[in-house]
């Protein structure tokens, strides 16, 4: 195994697809499989009611040319857990960066916010950190995509160099 890890090392520094997919691959898992642990965990966590002070589609980055520039959801909501008031600005686990023609992806996200009918939000805050808190957590379609990250370029790179 350590002697397949070592050719792996190498093929990479060589440039060589194998080595640079292996990389790649096993780099996909260990991030996605943090990631999806990390969105099983905010499925769990407790939730209050919140003020939605603003919320909207902003710029992302300083890129002057308007073909060029990339935007992403904002908002800033106020919530109270055992009488210490909070504010949080995160909207999701998932931080989607779009183009100006992908900006349709983020009023998707926004519209996920959801709102109760006294005015106020749904916040998700971690019950040991309060200061930690999330508009909206992964969904089961989230889990999938974020699911998909982890097997898709392990298994292809397995079926790629070892089913021959």
């Not at 350590?2 to 096993?26: N, S, V």
């Not at 996909?28 to 966590?45: A, D, K, N, P, V």
Request: proline share 3%.
């Amino acid at each position: 195994m350590i002697e397949y890890i070592k050719e792996m090392w190498d093929l990479a520094r060589e440039a060589k697809a194998q080595g640079l997919i292996f990389w790649a691959a096993h780099y996909c898992f260990f991030l996605g499989t943090y990631s999806f642990l990390y969105q099983l965990r905010t499925r769990r966590w407790s939730t209050t009611k919140g003020e939605l002070i603003e919320a909207g589609i902003g710029k992302f980055g300083s890129e002057n040319r308007n073909s060029e520039q990339k935007f992403t959801a904002n908002a800033l909501y106020q919530y109270t857990v055992s009488n210490v008031s909070y504010q949080g600005s995160r909207i999701s686990p998932w931080i989607i960066v779009a183009s100006q023609n992908a900006r349709v992806v983020l009023k998707k996200q926004m519209s996920h916010i959801e709102k109760l009918p006294n005015g106020k939000v749904k916040v998700f805050y971690n019950p040991k950190k309060p200061n930690k808190s999330f508009l909206i957590v992964a969904g089961k379609f989230g889990l999938f995509i974020t699911f998909l990250i982890i097997i898709i370029p392990i298994g292809s790179y397995y079926f790629k160099y070892h089913l021959k």
